[in-house]
């Protein structure tokens, strides 16, 4: 019968009324860019994160450079992160001249291994930025008894963990600012392009808007070299018809991950992954791990052949990518557990509305590639 890796249709599907209606009052308001949805999508995402402020931008890459740069950080300085993350965490890093600085990664979470962060900081680091990967947060107590009482600001990059909890609060209120994506594949996506930043610093929030929107002062005045990363007013409409079902969505997910980890608990060959209990993972991807590049293939080869979606993230690790070497002195760090998954580590189907049938489909392909 085959199964996506993902199903972006099916939401379409269970709030047309609702995204059609944000479609054509938008339409009707002649108001594009900017605006009241735009506003009200900010309040509603700072009350859902916990944080004071909330501001919107083009899209989540945007979100980590205009935070970057709105906290003065550039040429010469030094950022601290994970070489297992979609490219735009240290494109974002580059762009506003700083270096990225990678530590290895934990095994099964894939995120950051944050006792490896002290060893990596220097006179030079001005920021560290874990990545909440694959919708698990990072092991934040670590991160913020190593800045406490110094100028190392905290960013994190929640692109893929809104939502998410550690300790008792949300991904997003878990630093001095963070980054989300609205992309459409998103566990929160729109039609196209989207971006927000989250933090209790009301200049920071400021500097953000200004920097989002040509450095403008005043209309027409510039005080700063900005860009244009604003939101759509239809984007914000359509992320407001959404966001009351995100929590209902991620559970979904998480569930449908706990059904997947038990029925794979005693599978050779392949490694589930772990969701830690200081919090709640909102499953972005969910992530296996084959003990070789061959095995890897073998079982995405025939979840192909049943028509089952699976895709490698991510098959090249940051630290190694070709872009880095044309980085003025820059030396590849050895990463072992970040260069354990190249090739190795691939997403199966989970995404809300899953059903257990799709499920037991997909678990009997892989096992029985396995066996
Ligand atoms: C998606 C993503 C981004 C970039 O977001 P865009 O909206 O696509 O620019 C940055 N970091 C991570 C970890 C992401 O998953």
Redesign the pocket.
Known sequence: MGVPLLDLSGQYRELKEELDTAYFETMESAHFIGGSKVKELEERIAEYVGTEFAVACG???DA?FLTLAALGISKGDEVITTPF??W??IEAIVHVGATPVFVDIEPRTYNMDVSLVEAAITKKTKAIMP?HIFGQCVDMHPLWDLVDGTEIKVIE?A??AIGATYDGEKAGALGDAACF?F?PS?NLGCAG?G?MVTTDNKVLADAVRKLASHGTSKKYFYDAFGTNSRLDALQAAFLLAKLPHLDRWNSERLEAAVHYNYHLKDAERIEMPLYRDYGDSVVHLYILKAESVEVAQTIMAELKRADIGSALYYPLASHEQEAMSSLADYRQPKLSVAESCDGTTFAIPCFPGITRAQQNEVLEVILSALY
């Open positions: 899209n989540g890459t980590l993350t979609f735009a965490t990545v990059d692109c893929q994506s992309f998103k392009d971006g």
